[in-house]
T-cell receptor, first 113, second 114 residues
Framework: NAGVMQNPRHLVRRRGQEARLRCSPM?????VYWYRQLPEEGLKFMVY????????ESGMPKERFSAEFPKEGPSILRIQQVVRGDSAAYFC???????????FGPGTRLTVT | GENVEQHPSTLSVQEGDSAVIKCTYS??????FPWYKQELGKGPQLIID?????GEKKDQRIAVTLNKTAKHFSLHITETQPEDSAVYFC?????????????FGSGTRLQVQP
């Protein structure tokens, strides 16, 4: 049973470009969470999605960031017009039900030059 | 919102010794407390968790204790081994059904000296 998959593992973007991060949850999991980790810090919640719905986006910056989890395909975290402060590791986690454990993917490390 | 504080930030022990990491949380409505281990360049790995209706849980060399009155919980690793070296994060989650996000502590870097 494959775990949570994320791609790309490393992404380099110039300031002003767009970054698209993908997350495929574990088989049978329909709940996805995105977290951001700055260097030497803990993970900070960004957004929680269920298939085709955003349940909680209280941790998502109001501008430039968006997320989706379509009926078919992976969840996508999109960052428009990236700035240097967006450089971080972005992790997604999935669970089969909202009250169950969250299992994390290997992360995407975004570097903005 | 919830706030989780974690101590110590770094911990160095000799192989075979025990290691204890402590966390406190602010919101008494939190009811789920997982611990994650993160190795360099990898994602967090769930190693043990505890729910608010339980005071202690053990899995081989790892145990977690929860004191709801004091709002703190701890991770205990016995007979430490070099492969236990990693960053450990505690987390807490609210009971609110609309808010399933985990709030993480700042992490503890554990170094087990052979």
């Amino acid at each position: 049973n494959a775990g949570v998959m994320q791609n790309p593992r490393h992404l380099v973007r110039r300031r002003g470009q767009e970054a698209r991060l993908r997350c495929s949850p574990m088989k049978g999991h329909s709940h996805v969470y995105w977290y951001r980790q700055l260097p030497e810090e803990g993970l900070k919640f960004m957004v929680y999605l269920q298939k085709e719905n955003i349940i909680d986006e209280s941790g998502m910056p109001k501008e430039r960031f968006s997320a989706e989890f379509p009926k078919e395909g992976p969840s996508i975290l999109r960052i428009q017009q990236v700035v240097r402060g967006d450089s971080a590791a972005y992790f997604c986690a999935s669970s089969p039900r909202p009250e169950y454990e969250q299992y994390f993917g290997p992360g995407t490390r975004l570097t903005v030059t | 919102g919830e706030n989780v504080e974690q101590h110590p930030s770094t911990l160095s022990v000799q192989e075979g010794d025990s290691a204890v990491i402590k966390c406190t949380y602010s919101d008494s409505a939190s009811n789920y407390f997982p611990w994650y281990k993160q190795e360099l360049g990898k994602g967090p790995q769930l190693i043990i968790d505890i729910r608010s209706n339980v005071g202690e849980k053990k899995d081989q060399r790892i145990a977690v204790t929860l004191n709801k009155t004091a709002k703190h919980f701890s991770l205990h690793i016995t007979e430490t081994q070099p492969e236990d070296s990693a960053v450990y994060f505690c987390a807490a989650r609210l009971m609110d059904t609309g808010r399933r996000a985990l709030t993480f502590g700042s992490g503890t870097r554990l170094q087990v000296q052979p």
